[in-house]
C-alpha cells in the first residue's frame, strides 16, 4: 500500500537460522504493529510500537524480537526460525490508534 | 478476553445475489467495529467502522450496523460483483486502548461467480 512497504515479499529459510524482516513508513505515524495471518486464525498481534524504542508484546510473541530505532522503520525478527513460523506476515501503521490501520501487502515467509 | 466470531466460508454466489457475513463480538467495555476485506496477494484494506451502538458503516455498496443489544456487526451488500471476490475480516479495538490494538476474526472467504 502507498506509503508502507514490507521487505522482502518472499523467504525462504532454514529451521534454525535468524530472520529479520522490515516495515517502512512514509506516512510518519506513531503506531505500528506486527501480524501474523494463518489459516483459521485469522491475523494475531506479534508487537506493537507506540514510538522510537517504545514496544510492546502481542497475544503471540514467543520467538519473536521487534526493534523501532526510527519513526518509518520496524523490524521484526525471528531468533531462531522454526515451522511453526512459516506464515504470512504483515505490518500495519496507524496515527489515531483506534481510528483503523493502513497494511502493508506482506511477507510470506516459509521456514524448511 | 475480547474476541470476535465469523460465520464460516467460502460463500459462494453468484454475480448480483445478496450478501450477508455474520459478525459478533465479546468485549467487556464499548468496542469499535471494523470490517476489512483482504484480495488475492494483497494485503488488508480497510472497508468500513463504526465507533459507536447503532452507527451504520458504509463504503463500495457494503454496509453493517454495530447493535449492541445482540453484539453484532453484520456486513451485507445487496448485489455482489464477481471483483467483490476476497476475504473479508471482522474485527475490533477497544476505545479504551490508545495504542489501537484490533482483534481480528478468523475470515470469511466470499466467491462471486459470473
Known amino acids: 500500500d502507498a506509503g508502507i512497504t514490507q521487505s522482502p515479499r518472499h523467504k525462504v529459510t532454514e529451521t534454525g537460522t535468524p530472520v529479520t524482516l522490515r516495515c517502512h513508513q512514509t506516512e510518519n505515524h506513531r503506531y505500528m504493529y506486527w501480524y501474523r495471518q494463518d489459516p483459521g486464525h485469522g491475523l494475531r498481534l506479534i508487537h506493537y510500537?507506540?514510538?522510537?524504542?517504545?514496544?510492546d508484546k502481542g497475544e503471540v510473541s514467543d520467538g519473536y524480537s521487534v526493534s523501532r530505532s526510527k519513526t518509518e522503520d520496524f523490524l521484526l525478527t525471528l531468533e531462531s526460525a522454526t515451522s511453526s513460523q512459516t506464515s504470512v506476515y504483515f505490518c500495519?501503521?496507524?496515527?489515531?490508534?483506534?481510528?483503523?490501520?493502513?497494511f502493508g501487502s506482506g511477507t510470506r515467509l516459509t521456514v524448511v | 478476553g475480547n474476541s470476535v466470531t465469523q460465520m464460516e466460508g467460502p460463500v459462494t454466489l453468484s454475480e448480483e445475489a445478496f450478501l450477508t457475513i455474520n459478525c459478533t463480538y465479546t468485549a467487556t467495555g464499548y468496542p469499535s467495529l471494523f470490517w476489512y476485506v483482504q484480495y488475492p496477494g494483497e494485503g488488508l484494506q480497510l472497508l468500513l467502522k463504526a465507533t459507536k451502538a447503532d452507527d451504520k458503516g458504509s463504503n463500495k455498496g457494503f454496509e453493517a450496523t454495530y447493535r449492541k443489544e445482540t453484539t453484532s456487526f453484520h456486513l451485507e451488500k445487496g448485489s455482489v460483483q464477481v471483483s467483490d471476490s476476497a476475504v473479508y475480516f471482522c474485527?475490533?479495538?477497544?476505545?479504551?486502548?490508545?495504542?489501537?490494538?484490533?482483534?481480528f476474526g478468523a475470515g470469511t472467504q466470499v466467491v462471486v461467480t459470473p
Open positions: 510500537s507506540y514510538g522510537v524504542k517504545d514496544t
Open positions: 474485527a475490533l479495538s477497544m476505545t479504551t486502548d490508545s495504542w489501537g490494538k484490533l482483534q
Open positions: 500495519a501503521i496507524s496515527d489515531r490508534g483506534f481510528y483503523g490501520y493502513t
